[in-house]
């Protein structure tokens, strides 16, 4: 059973870097096969994907977040990360990563999520 | 990109009773390559991540109960839920992958009536 777990700090300065970090367990990620997201929900509103990474490190991001957003991953942790730059309070949401299933399309993913993790509460506030 | 619009915004139904959620895309997810909807659709449960339901717009999820269905092709989809539990109150999502960046519907909340 694939779980996915988020950690870093629930509160973030205005300005600063949002960082994340990802630990999957009961499955590797260098397996190959599946991508790996991240996606956000504002508090009482609807979802938002943030952007996808490959094992091998290929990223999309979402155009309306890619200025500010890098996703990587560190395969021998089994782990992948999001730093989201410049935060504003309009980046207050929960977090979740997720695991994209799907198939592949050109040189990327056309998936869905079939594993995720519990979410992470970050608030930014000074 | 993509945008999703579900309808109700909210719901309630009876116990036992049907209940269904509508789903309409601003274009069409239909891949006529390989006849799929690239479309899926998620619970989520208040305090917990979304779970998944349905995949391929009608393909269910191992271990989803069977009273979970999903239709539609195109532009146009439902979810189904034959009989409603008092489980299933929660917010229902679709979610379309024809073309990044992925994007989801506003929700649908669920409750008993």
């Known amino acids: 059973q694939v779980q996915l777990q988020e950690s870093g700090p629930g509160l973030v300065k205005p300005s600063q870097t949002l960082s994340l970090t990802c630990t999957v367990s009961g499955g590797s990620i260098s397996t190959g096969g599946y991508y790996w997201s991240w996606i956000r929900q504002h508090p009482g509103k609807g979802l938002e994907w943030i952007g996808y990474?490959?094992?091998?490190?290929?990223?999309y991001y979402n155009p309306s977040l890619k200025s500010r957003v890098i996703i990587s991953v560190d395969t021998s942790k089994n782990q992948f990360s999001l730093k989201l730059s410049s935060v504003t309070a309009a980046d207050t949401a929960v977090y979740y990563c997720?695991?994209?299933?799907?198939?592949?399309?050109?040189?990327?993913?056309?998936?869905?999520?079939?594993?995720w993790g519990q979410g992470t509460l970050v608030t930014v506030s000074s | 990109d993509i945008v999703m619009t579900q309808s109700p915004d909210s719901l309630a139904v009876s116990l036992g009773e049907r209940a269904t959620i509508n789903c309409k895309s601003s274009q069409s997810v239909l891949y006529r390559s390989n006849t799929k909807n690239y479309l899926a659709w998620y619970q989520q449960r208040p305090g917990q991540p979304p779970k998944l339901l349905i995949y391929?717009?009608?393909t269910r999820e191992s271990g989803v109960p069977d009273r979970f269905s999903g239709g539609g092709s195109g532009t146009d989809f439902t979810l189904t839920i034959s009989s409603l539990q008092a489980e299933d109150v929660a917010v229902y999502y679709c979610?379309?992958?024809?073309?990044?960046?992925?994007?989801f519907g506003q929700g649908t909340k669920l409750e008993i009536k």
């Open positions: 990474i490959y094992y091998s490190g290929s990223t």
């Open positions: 979610q379309q992958y024809f073309s990044t960046p992925y994007t």
């Open positions: 391929w717009a009608s």
């Open positions: 997720a695991r994209d299933r799907g198939e592949v399309h050109g040189s990327g993913n056309l998936g869905w999520f079939d594993y």
